[in-house]
T-cell receptor
């Protein structure tokens, strides 16, 4: 059967507030990082990416921060909207790993009205 | 652009039968396609990587005789779950990347397989 384990970490925010979703990655040699959004029953959707030679990148309402010293990645969503409710995954591509993605465990974002 | 489709979106099959899932890149040529498996409230687990015209590369612990992957053209890859059992029930997701967008993977909408 399917495995049973810990529930996804959940972040609850009020509509209009800013959200910060964190991710710790394991491979210090990773070259490329991506944030994906996954709505229930759907495939992951690309949000934003960042290369290891950068520490910040901004998109529309989203910002990704990369701290290579502590191997930490964060996704900031400004003015969170109900449509932002989903599971968010970080993913990394190690240097020399081709283009194989390794996904993090994910965070469930719930936007409360 | 960069649309990936999967068919079927949902399938229910009896234990012991085989099920084929198709992954198509609709508006680009996918030199590489990836197959993932996802359990409820869990992350995506890479099963295998397939390049057009060559054999798939399976991740450790994934049975290649159980999960047959064919990447016959630059727009189509198929995953066949052979002799399915209830423990194969899962959400299967494919992704595709092109030679020009090396790091970019475009994901399909997923296929929910239920084995009874």
């Amino acid at each position: 059967g399917e495995s049973v384990g810990l529930h996804l970490p959940t972040l609850s925010v009020q509509e209009g507030d800013n959200s910060i979703i964190n991710c710790a990655y394991s491979n210090s040699a990773s070259d490329y990082f991506i944030w994906y959004k996954q709505e229930s029953g759907k495939g992951p959707q690309f949000i934003i990416d960042i290369r290891s030679n950068m520490d910040k990148r901004q998109g529309q309402r989203v910002t990704v921060l990369l701290n290579k010293t502590v191997k930490h990645l964060s996704l900031q969503i400004a003015a969170t909207q109900p449509g932002d409710s989903a599971v968010y995954f970080c993913a990394e591509i190690p240097t020399g790993g081709g283009n194989k993605l390794t996904f993090g465990t994910g965070t469930q974002l719930k936007v409360e009205l | 652009g960069a649309v990936v489709s999967q068919h079927p979106s949902r399938v229910i099959c009896k234990s012991g039968t085989s099920v084929k899932i198709e992954c198509r890149s609709l508006d680009f040529q996918a030199t590489t396609m990836f197959w993932y498996r996802q359990f409820p409230k869990k992350s995506l687990m890479l099963m295998a990587t397939s390049n057009e015209g060559s054999k798939a590369t399976y991740e450790q612990g994934v049975e290649k005789d159980k999960f047959l992957i064919n990447h016959a053209s630059l727009t189509l890859s198929t995953l066949t779950v052979t002799s399915a059992h209830p423990e194969d029930s899962s959400f299967y997701i494919c992704s595709a990347s092109s030679k020009t967008g090396y790091y970019e993977q475009y994901f399909g909408p997923g296929t929910r397989l239920t084995v009874t």
